[in-house]
């Protein structure tokens, strides 16, 4: 059974950082995709940033470019996401989510979603 656990949200003031995890079971690194999404109230799920499982190629949603970066450890089985100099309209619920393989490009699954989604975890960023 795959199972995510996104950790590391919480309350910020704006241009602060945050780091978020998603450690992964019955999932390893090496099977597929990980991706991270947000949902803001009201708001459609948006595509965040996801690393493919071959050669982590990284792809990120252009309101987030320069600001977030994707990265995994492979010994932990942990994706993360590091985000700077956060602004209020990044205040959502972060899930993160796998795939089994990569077979599309970034953007599709960013668009799309995944298979696999675990359960949120707030971010909340004041001005």
């Known amino acids: 059974e795959v199972q995510l656990q996104a950790s590391g949200g919480g309350l910020v003031q704006a241009g602060g950082s945050l780091r978020l995890s998603c450690a992964a079971s019955g999932f390893t690194l090496d099977d597929g995709a990980i991706g991270w999404f947000r949902q803001a109230p009201g708001k459609e799920r948006e595509g965040v940033s996801c690393?493919?499982?071959?050669?982590?190629?990284?792809d990120y949603a252009d309101s987030v470019k320069g600001r977030f970066t994707i990265s995994r450890d492979r010994a932990k089985n942990t994706v993360y996401l590091q985000m700077n100099s956060l602004q209020p309209e990044d205040t959502a619920v972060y899930y993160c989510?796998?795939?089994?393989?990569?077979?599309?490009?970034?953007?599709?699954?960013?668009?799309?979603?995944?298979?696999?989604w675990g359960k949120g975890t707030q971010v909340t960023v004041s001005s």
């Open positions: 690393i493919s499982s071959s050669d982590g190629t990284t």
């Open positions: 989510a796998a795939e089994w393989g990569w077979y599309y490009s970034g953007t599709y699954y960013l668009k799309y979603g995944m298979d696999y």
